[in-house]
């Protein structure tokens, strides 16, 4: 069984620039939350979204984005790149609802991204 | 608001030896998950012990297992027989019990665990 899936795994892009990352949950689950991991520091709830609805929202400004797709799969988007967005943005996957604490959630590795 | 607080940046511990990490918590939920990560250089959060709040008994899961209080908000990790393998991050995380609204993990800053020979 493949695990959590994200694309690309390094990314470097420029101040002001818009990026795009991928995740493409466990098969069977329906909810994908995103967490932002800054280096030294423990991750950040940016987004959660359960049956392609958002379920959650972290304290992050509307710079950041993200959808689910009817196969359940999640992009993030991030518009007008700072300096301060680069981090390790991890996805994650469960099989929603009251399931998730139950089960547990299942990170993806993660795409390092570096904003110059 | 809850915290996460782990005041253990690094750890070291010799190889077959018992180890044990801290992590405290604060909340004023009486119905939540506490869990135990652990994240290697290979970058992935992996899921080590999971401890549901309304549960008395302490987790354990083969080497691993935890120490809960609830009433002191404390959550430590004891790992025994360390291997080489056990060396990386490790993050303590806290989960309110939430119907309709997002499951989020609350992450500590983490310690990082260098097991040696």
């Known amino acids: 069984d493949a695990g959590v899936t994200q694309s690309p795994t390094h990314l470097i892009k420029t101040r002001g620039q818009h990026v795009t990352l991928r995740c493409s949950p466990i098969s069977g689950h329906k909810s994908v939350s995103w967490y932002q991991q800054v280096l030294g520091q423990g991750p950040q709830f940016i987004f959660q979204?359960?049956?392609?609805?958002?379920?959650g929202r972290g304290n992050f400004p509307d710079r950041f984005s993200a959808r689910q797709f009817p196969n359940y799969s999640s992009e993030l988007n991030v518009n007008a790149l700072l300096l301060g967005d680069s981090a390790l943005y991890l996805c994650?996957?469960?099989?929603?609802?009251?399931?998730?604490?139950?089960?547990?959630?299942?990170f993806g590795s993660g795409t390092r991204l570096t904003v110059v | 608001a809850q915290t996460v607080t782990q005041s253990q940046p690094e750890m070291s511990v010799q190889e077959a030896e018992t180890v044990t990490l801290s992590c405290t918590y604060d909340?004023?939920?009486?119905?939540?998950?506490l869990f135990w990560y652990k994240q290697p250089p290979s970058r992935q959060m992996i899921l080590v012990i999971r401890?549901?709040?309304?549960?008395?008994q302490n987790a354990t899961e083969n080497r691993f297992s935890v120490n809960f209080q609830k009433a002191a908000k404390s959550f430590s990790l004891k790992i025994s027989d360390s291997q080489l393998g056990d060396t990386a991050m490790y993050f303590c995380?806290?989960?309110?019990?939430?119907?309709?609204?997002?499951?989020?993990?609350?992450f500590g800053t983490g310690t990082r665990l260098q097991v040696t020979l």
């Open positions: 979204y359960y049956e392609k609805e958002e379920r």
């Open positions: 909340t004023s939920e009486n119905n939540y998950y």
């Open positions: 401890q549901e709040a309304y549960k008395q």
């Open positions: 994650a996957s469960s099989w929603g609802g009251q399931a998730g604490p139950i089960f547990g959630y299942t």
């Open positions: 995380a806290f989960m309110k019990h939430a119907t309709g609204t997002a499951s989020k993990l609350t």
